[in-house]
């Protein structure tokens, strides 16, 4: 990624197409690279395709939402430091008004009976997207794997420890995420390790440190924020059980239904996956909690780019990097499919399971997308809201 800059661009074109991306940018990631792709390299030109690719590889190795770390590298290209900010903030802010318009709605002291059942609907659907982001990302984690047996049997390890911390003790996934890619770290500088010794340092590491006191008020939303912009790898949906945790258990912001709902707004508005801690920002301190909770967990992405864009391309060929992240990226997904369990464990009534198998059979049987369950789940719950049913 030591290429020719492009042509100077004018910062009020960043600014318009940068804002356009940010209002049309539904479906998370995967629709974020494709609309950065198609705009920067098939249709303006501004980075060729092999600088793209090496950018999409880079971002992902890096902690963050890596969506939107590519975008404000794509902006930084254009127009250095200016660009990356203008850029990176007309990216995200159509969706976080969206959705602090959508948190004020849904979390009102007495709402409307039909955006109740809304938001009870989209929740249930929730731990079925949970499965599916888990599920995406296996191909490219095995992908990064040599072709022995114990770096397979290494990845099921790290997956089966990131399911269970999620599962169990999801305050203490970071924990697992960092000690599962120290030891695939150690591991390529040793040259070997068993599997009891992996287990053994694993179950140390995880219990050994213990997590952050409740300060709360706007100490522990930052707490909060910092933990979900520096360390929401894969996609951005392994802030779940980051958050989860911390906001329902620890600081009773929300309730372990509302958290549902917070999770499905993230996945319905355009933009990052990680507008979610904007929601929970509101539930601690209305609008602007809600703000400061977003400019804390998308503050790292800026800095990551700002000061690191120049060595993107030596990120990617890191040896260390990719070993880390090959032990961090299995927990990851493991970290996913466990929030899901979390996550099924706070619908309230039986029509919401109804709801979660209907969720699945739309999402696996007839492959249908994320955001189309989520609404659809949403439009049944309104149904049955005004029909009467408990909501």
């Known amino acids: 990624m030591d290429e020719k800059p492009p ?16 209002c049309i940018g539904f479906g998370g990631p995967p629709t974020h690279i494709a609309l950065l792709r198609t705009l920067c390299v098939e249709e303006r030109h501004w980075m060729r395709a092999r600088e793209f690719e090496e950018t999409v590889a880079a971002t992902n190795l890096l902690p963050g939402p890596a969506s939107t770390q590519l975008a404000i590298y794509c902006a930084w290209r254009l127009r250095g430091a200016k660009g990356a900010l203008l850029g990176g903030l007309c990216f995200i802010i159509p969706g976080l008004v969206l959705i602090l318009a959508l948190s004020a709605a849904v979390l009102a002291r007495h709402p409307e009976r039909w955006i109740e059942g809304a938001a009870r609907g989209s929740g249930a659907a929730v731990p079925a997207v949970a499965l599916i982001a888990a599920w995406r990302l296996i191909p490219s984690s095995r992908a990064r794997l040599e072709s022995t047996r114990d770096a397979q049997l290494r990845w099921l390890a790290y997956l089966v420890i990131g399911i269970a911390t999620a599962a169990l003790v999801g305050e203490f996934l970071v924990l697992a995420l960092i000690g599962c890619g120290v030891i695939e770290w150690s591991l390529h500088r040793s040259g070997h390790m068993t599997a009891h010794s992996l287990l053994a340092m694993s179950s140390t590491r995880a219990l050994g440190v213990a997590g952050a006191g409740a300060v709360g008020g706007f100490a522990g939303l930052a707490w909060v924020a910092i933990k979900v912009g520096a360390l929401s790898y894969g996609g951005g949906f392994v802030i779940i059980p980051l958050m989860q945790h911390d906001v329902v258990t620890t600081y009773h912001w929300m309730t372990a239904s509302q958290f549902l709902t917070a999770v499905a707004l993230g996945q319905v508005t355009p933009g990052p996956v990680v507008q979610t801690v904007a929601v929970v920002g509101y539930a601690a301190a209305g609008i602007w909690g809600g703000l400061f909770a977003a400019s804390i967990a998308f503050a790292p992405s800026f800095l990551f780019v700002l000061v690191g864009g120049r060595h993107f391309g030596r990120l990617r ?12 990226g299995a927990a990851v997904i493991g970290g996913i499919a466990g929030s899901a369990i979390t996550l099924g464990e706070s619908l309230q009534f039986y029509w919401q399971v109804a709801i979660l198998g209907g969720a699945l059979v739309w999402i696996f049987v007839a492959r249908r997308g994320i955001v189309s369950a989520l609404l659809v789940a949403a439009f049944v719950g309104i149904l049955l809201a005004l029909a009467g049913v408990k909501v």
């Open 7 to 22: 042509p100077r661009i004018a910062l009020s074109t960043i600014a318009r197409e940068w804002v356009r991306l940010g």
């Open 317 to 328: 060929a890191n040896l260390a990097v990719q070993s880390f992240f090959t032990g961090a």
